[in-house]
């Protein structure tokens, strides 16, 4: 444990001049992420299952 | 030692390139606005098709009336729906005038339900307003062509 705390600190100190960079691009990335299109086909099957079984059960 | 610059070099070449988001910042917003639309007309299919659906239940309207009238009109919602996913030209050139199409028919649709005295969903008139305004400017087939 200690031994993986103390290579995590140093893994930060050689990352600290491009920290600002990692940042912003994993701000990005999160940003993309929420906007991301989710496929709409999937969503309407599942959304009108119900109704269309009552109306085809008819 | 080598690890950890092993690591962080990793770490960087993954951030400077193979993570960096590629540069689509215009292109979903439309396809997005096409989905949001779509939605608006899924909305206003399942209020219109439950209520029928219920009316049916209730002896309102006579069985069997509801399935022809929306079931051909979900089909339309599914095509439209796999357009919407697809958003290559074809589909995008397409789309706007499928949503009308869609909303002419499921406006028609309402009929069954008005002639039992029953109200037309609030769902479908919202759909309506965005339809039009979604479809307004991109739909050229409006000056008389059929679809």
Known sequence: MTTLLSFLGELIDVLAPVTPTLFQDLENLVAQKKTQYQPVTPQIEQQDAATLKALQGK | ?147
Do not use: H
């Open chain 2, 1 to 147: 030692m080598i690890a950890r610059w092993v690591a962080a070099i990793a770490l960087c070449l993954c951030v400077c390139f193979g993570c960096t988001p590629a540069n689509t910042a215009s292109a979903p917003s439309a396809q997005q606005d096409a989905a949001n639309a779509l939605k608006l007309v899924n909305d206003a299919w399942e209020a219109s098709a439950t209520a029928c659906a219920a009316a049916e239940d209730q002896g309102l309207v006579a069985t069997g009336k509801c399935g022809p009238v929306f079931v051909p009109i979900y089909d339309s919602i599914v095509l439209a729906g796999n357009l919407v996913d697809t958003w290559d030209a074809a589909a995008q050139e397409q789309l706007p005038c499928l949503l009308k199409q869609i909303m002419t028919d499921l406006v028609s649709g309402e009929k069954v339900l008005t002639d039992a005295k029953l109200t037309i969903p609030p769902a479908v008139l919202t759909a309506q307003a965005g339809i039009e305004a979604f479809a307004a400017s991109l739909c050229l087939a409006d000056a008389g062509a059929d679809q």
